[in-house]
């Protein structure tokens, strides 16, 4: 059929930005339906356990007939659970601290959502996400650019750092280039539910946790040792500026490595009850008082069940100008700027959502691929994800080791 309307699923979370993109891309002329996915089912650990997927539903069905689109319900849970809650749990086992998010992303809303909106008939999928999608020609064919978003202080592209060329080429961003501000207007002046909605918070669709008592559902409580580390300790003491110019892999492998934290260098201060609950540049959950500063986790060590804090929040325990990304944890987005071995970049990085972009080189090495910052980076901590941009796109991104 000729002039037929392009038929877009947009994932409805119940909150205000995806119904406004629901809004958006029907004024666009596209043929709207609204996918709401249920995710989680335990409530252990989750504050405010009154059954918060509900209220979403309740509100993203609202919407949907507010907006005159047809409205549909799928159960991702058990998906969920394997490929994001699994994951997590692993990786704080091995003391490494992930992000559900991004993953979130890639397994879930781009992946299994996304072939349950193709069973719909859908062209596209959209999502609420504040970050801009572009499609230009390289020499290498079509390429689609992942941009962050108008909105400075509401850039999500971060959060999709791990999505393929494929995954771009059916996803849309319809209010990427609004700031909240509209996006809430354009909502109370369509009278949506969802107008005056807090933003959520907390790990994607499971909602704010108390982490230590939803981790305990699979790790189990240890006791363990606190060791005070003294900011002026040998530990600390790196030859950073060798990081500079044209650095050898060796030295590159040295600096990117985590301080090798032993009690020998501090003293014990008190007890935790499990190192794999704690992660790098944690404040609160310590419970230990009577220090002239603020104590900091600084290190872990899962193997020996240790914690190390450091008193202070400029604590030399906490920065480091060096990290790495094994191989096979280096993604780009945009495979055809792909550094080959040997071959470095300047760029902008971030190795956190809404930290602001950090100036850093990307050494591509045989062993791996190596950034190391003009500032030192509080808080590297493996198992994050490291993205870097060319300008506003997002080009490439990978776990921290």
């Known amino acids: 059929m000729a002039g037929q309307k392009k038929r877009v699923v947009v994932g409805l979370s119940g909150g205000v930005d995806s119904s406004v993109a629901a809004r958006v891309l029907k004024d666009q002329g596209y043929e709207v339906i609204g996918l709401f996915m249920k995710n989680w089912h335990d409530t252990t650990g989750v504050l405010e356990a009154d059954c918060p997927w509900l209220d979403d539903k309740f509100d993203a069905e609202a919407v949907a007939r507010k907006l005159d689109i047809p409205f549909h319900f799928v159960d991702l849970s058990t998906e969920y659970r394997a490929r994001v809650v699994d994951y997590m749990f692993s990786e704080y086992e091995k ?20 072939d349950k909106a193709f069973e719909l008939g859908a062209d596209y999928v959209a999502t609420g996400h504040y970050c801009r999608k572009e499609t230009i020609q390289t020499e290498n064919g079509e390429m689609h650019r992942l941009l962050a978003g108008s909105d400075g202080n509401k850039d999500q592209s971060y959060f999709l750092c791990q999505l393929s060329q494929k995954q771009l080429a059916k996803a849309l961003f319809p209010i990427g280039d609004m700031v909240k501000p509209e996006v809430r207007k354009v909502a109370g002046e369509l009278k949506l539910i969802t107008a005056h909605k807090k933003d959520s918070q907390g790990i994607c669709f499971v909602g704010k946790v108390d982490l230590p008592v939803f981790l305990q559902q699979k790790l189990e409580a240890k006791k363990g040792r606190v060791f005070l580390v003294p900011a002026d300790s040998e530990l600390f003491e790196r030859k950073w500026d060798q990081a500079g110019n044209d650095p050898d892999d060796e030295t590159l492998e040295d600096l990117s490595k985590a301080y090798p934290f032993h009690p020998r260098y501090g003293k014990k201060i008190g007890e935790h009850n499990g190192a794999h609950f704690y992660t790098i540049g944690q404040r609160k959950g310590l419970d230990l008082g009577g220090f002239p500063e603020p104590l900091f986790v600084i290190g872990t060590d899962v193997e020996y069940n240790q914690v190390f804090v450091g008193m202070g929040k400029k604590h030399p325990g906490l920065f480091r100008k060096v990290l790495k990304i094994n191989n096979d944890e280096v993604h780009w987005l945009r495979p055809d700027l792909a550094l080959k071995s040997g071959e470095s970049r300047r760029l902008k990085v971030r190795i956190r959502y809404r930290q602001p972009l950090q100036d850093g080189v990307l050494h591509q090495r045989e062993n791996g691929l190596f950034i190391v910052f003009e500032e030192p980076q509080r808080g590297i901590t493996a198992g994050q994800f490291a993205a870097w941009y060319e300008d506003d796109e997002l080009t490439g991104s990978g776990v921290i080791s």
């Open 95 to 114: 003391g490494r601290t992930p992000n559900p998010d991004v993953l979130c992303n890639r397994e879930i809303k781009f992946d299994v959502f996304m």
